[in-house]
Nanobody, 116 residues
Framework: QVQLVESGGGLVQPGDSLRLSCATS????????MGWYRQAPGKGRELVAV????????NYAESVKGRFTISRDNAKNTVYLQMNSLKPEDTAVYYC?????????WGQGTQVTVSS
């Protein structure tokens, strides 16, 4: 059973930065593409960013391009989401997802709240 654990969320002010982490035990994370998604209150879950297994190929939602950076450290079985210049509309629960050959696995989510 794959378990993904997100961390790093919190309450910040507009313009601040946060770095989210998604970690798993074992070495499965290094084999598969990983993604960050978010779900704001009353809205559906949306893609934020994805990264290929090798860490080279990335893709971002238009709303976060230039502000967020996804990266991975396969040696540490961890994927990161660096979020800069945060806006109130970035407020959501952020989830990481492993796109494994056996299916998709999700973490439990971490809350990010951007408010003055």
């Amino acid at each position: 059973q794959v378990q993904l654990v997100e961390s790093g969320g919190g309450l910040v002010q507009p313009g601040d930065s946060l770095r989210l982490s998604c970690a798993t035990s074992g070495r499965l994370l290094s084999l598969y593409p990983m993604g960050w998604y978010r779900q704001a209150p009353g809205k559906g879950r949306e893609l934020v960013a994805v990264i290929g297994s090798g860490g080279i190929n990335t893709n971002y939602a238009e709303s976060v391009k230039g502000r967020f950076t996804i990266s991975r450290d396969n040696a540490k079985n961890t994927v990161y989401l660096q979020m800069n210049s945060l806006k109130p509309e970035d407020t959501a629960v952020y989830y990481c997802k492993m796109q494994a050959s056996t299916g998709d696995y999700w973490g439990q989510g971490t809350q990010v709240t951007v408010s003055s």
